[in-house]
């Protein structure tokens, strides 16, 4: 290995431009990225020209980058389907691997994925960055802290009113393997577990519904075109743990509701409970709040507030954002490569998403009957 870790990205379309990149810039003096994949040659260049140096170069074939004996860490951007081919493909020829949520469309890939990572002795990890928001990090503390208690239920919200993405294949059942609950759900499971600190499920139940995929009207951004609307519009999930915890998952890109509520999460905990929602004024900051009784009386505690639970530094907008998130994110992630320790989100906990993720499309497809996990 050279003195800085030399990476491969492979999709260049929104997250591996949005996030990846503007990341690991913010790391130049451990990462460098020298190969940029896509399918589409414009893209790699594009991404080439803004943030490769003089040695990198582009290519439209991922195994060109899997291949090649002096790349480090490759980090997966393309579409859902085939994150666990090429995921394994890397691990397979020695690379340590970044792959975007969700980590695959199925359990039993997910676990293919994590298995080949452990036979190599190479490492794995999920692009799960909302654990990075200041406002997760401050309810994480709380909850080692013990503030909350017993976290016994969850609920992992995941929802838009109006927000079909209408870039990409978002849509397209056989790339993406499902809509907003295979999209949008992974980021509230992720966090509500690890605030739990629970991963051991017992059951999955759930529905899918295919309502408004011929409803375009109203959505943010514009008009999804109904002929090729092939997934669900919104799901809803419930999940028993072995200890008898439960979470309820809701998901959506369409759904009749007043208001988003997008990678959020409640917990209700035996000393205290925590939700946050999307701020109503707009901005990337999710509004927290801690309920707990203290001296006989019902307080209510919000994050940024000031009190106890302020957290230093404050919440900025801007600091929530790809850039922020990301920045940590890819920080962690070289730290765990160099210092050969875990990563921040292990295949092992990812692989629990992806299972409660999976659980949910299978229940629906047996009407509703719970999926019970040994
Ligand atoms: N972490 C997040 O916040 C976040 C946000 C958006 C998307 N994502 C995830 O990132 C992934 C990509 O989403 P996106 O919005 O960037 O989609 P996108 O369509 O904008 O980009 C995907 C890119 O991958 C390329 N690609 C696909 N398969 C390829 C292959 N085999 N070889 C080379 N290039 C290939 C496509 O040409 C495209 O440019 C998805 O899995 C999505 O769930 C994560």
């Known amino acids: 290995m050279s003195d800085k870790l030399r990476i491969g990205i492979i999709g260049l379309g929104f997250i591996g431009t949005q996030k990846h990149l503007v990341a690991l810039a913010q790391h130049k003096d451990r990462a460098e990225v020298v190969a940029f994949c896509d399918f589409d040659i414009e893209r790699a260049e594009a991404g080439k020209a803004q943030w490769g140096n003089d040695a990198a170069y582009t290519t439209t074939d991922y195994m060109d980058v899997v291949r090649d004996p002096d790349i480090d860490v490759v980090h997966v951007c393309t579409w859902n389907a085939n994150h666990c081919e090429i995921t394994c493909a890397a691990l397979e020829a020695g690379k340590h691997v970044m792959v975007e949520k969700p980590m695959a469309v199925t359990a ?220 940590l994110e890819a920080g962690l992630w070289i730290d765990a490569i160099l210092n050969d320790t875990d990563p921040y989100v292990t295949a092992d906990q990812a692989v629990v998403v992806t299972e409660i993720l999976d659980g949910i499309y299978k229940s629906a497809e047996q009407g509703g009957k719970p999926v019970y996990f040994d």
């Open 108 to 327: 039993e890939d997910a676990r293919k994925m994590r298995d080949t990572a452990k036979r190599v002795g190479k490492k794995l990890t999920v692009g799960f960055q909302y654990r990075q928001r200041e406002e997760y990090q401050w309810l994480k503390k709380l909850a080692d802290e013990g503030k909350f208690g017993e976290i016994y239920a969850a609920k992992a919200h995941a929802t838009r009113r109006r927000g079909v993405p209408i870039w990409g294949v978002f849509t397209d059942k056989s790339k993406q393997g499902g809509g907003p609950l295979i999209d949008l759900g992974g980021y509230s499971i992720d966090v509500a577990l690890w605030l739990m600190n629970n991963y051991e499920v017992a059951s999955v139940a759930g529905v899918v519904n295919y309502k408004l995929g011929d409803k375009p009207a109203g959505n943010i951004g514009g008009e999804w075109d109904p002929a090729t609307y092939e997934v669900e519009d919104s799901a809803f999930g419930f999940v028993t743990f072995k200890n008898g915890a439960s979470l309820f998952v809701e998901a959506s890109w369409a759904l009749n509701l007043k208001a988003a509520r997008e990678g959020c999460i409640t917990i209700h905990g035996t000393e205290a409970g925590a939700e946050t929602v999307q701020d109503p004024g707009g901005s990337a900051n999710l509004v927290v709040d801690v309920n707990l009784i203290e001296g006989g009386k019902q307080v209510n505690t919000s994050f940024g507030e000031g009190g106890a639970y302020f957290s230093a530094g404050g919440v900025g907008g801007a600091q929530n954002g790809f850039a922020y998130m990301g920045g």
